[in-house]
Structures are given as structure tokens and as C-alpha cells.
Nanobody
Framework: QVHLVESGGGLVQAGGSLRLSCAAS????????MGWFRQAPGKERDFVAR????????YYADSVKGRFTISRDAAKNSVYLQMNSLKPEDTAIYYC???????????????????WGQGTQVTVSS
């Protein structure tokens, strides 16, 4: 069983930065792709970013491209989301997720990810 735990959320002013972390346990992470998604109140869970674990290719939603950076540390079994130039519309609960079946490519479908963390709240004030 794969267990994912996010941290690093909080309240920040527009234009500020946050770094989210996702610690993984219980699996072989060299075989997984990892993604970040977010969900605002009353909205669907949207794709934010993805990294192919072994190759390291990255993919981003257009809304965050150039502002957010996904990375991973294999030695720590962790994936990160550096968020810069934050906007009020970035306010949401952010989730990390593991895709154990599709290791490569830009899989942006939340339904196709296999394991999820509990989420961390990010609030950006104007």
C-alpha cells in the first residue's frame, strides 16, 4: 500500500511563494510517475503538474506554466511543488498522487492515478 503525505501549504499574499512537499512510503518509487492536482471549493480536481519518476520529464497545466516547478528527490522518496508568483486563483487544496500504471507521458486525468494524499490547503490573499 502506497502512502502519501503532503505538507507545506498555508496562507500567502499574492505574488508570494510556497513549496509543497509530498513524502511517499510503501512503494517502489522508481516505477511511479507523480502528479500534483488541486481542487477549489465547488470545482473539479484539476491537474497541476506531473513528473515521470525515472526519466524526470515534467508537464504543467497552462495556468501554472512558468510559475510552478515540480521536482523529486529519489533518495528521500519525495516530490515537491515550488509555487512562485502566486495568484488568488491558485487558492485550493493541493493533492499529490501516484500513477503506477502509466509511467511516462502527460497523464492529466485524476481518475487514472492510483494513490492520493490527504491534501494541503493553499490560500492566496489579494
Amino acid at each position: 500500500q502506497v502512502h502519501l503525505v503532503e505538507s507545506g501549504g498555508g496562507l500567502v499574499q499574492a505574488g508570494g511563494s510556497l513549496r509543497l512537499s509530498c513524502a511517499a512510503s510503501g512503494g517502489t518509487f522508481s516505477r511511479y510517475a507523480m502528479g500534483w492536482f488541486r481542487q477549489a471549493p465547488g470545482k473539479e480536481r484539476d491537474f497541476v503538474a506531473r513528473i515521470d519518476w525515472s526519466v524526470g520529464n515534467t508537464y504543467y497545466a497552462d495556468s501554472v506554466k512558468g510559475r510552478f516547478t515540480i521536482s523529486r528527490d529519489a533518495a528521500k522518496n519525495s516530490v515537491y511543488l515550488q509555487m512562485n508568483s502566486l495568484k488568488p486563483e491558485d487558492t485550493a487544496i493541493y493533492y499529490c498522487a501516484a500513477d503506477v500504471r502509466r509511467l511516462y507521458g502527460s497523464n492529466r486525468n485524476a481518475r487514472e492515478y492510483d494513490y492520493w494524499g490527504q491534501g494541503t490547503q493553499v490560500t492566496v490573499s489579494s
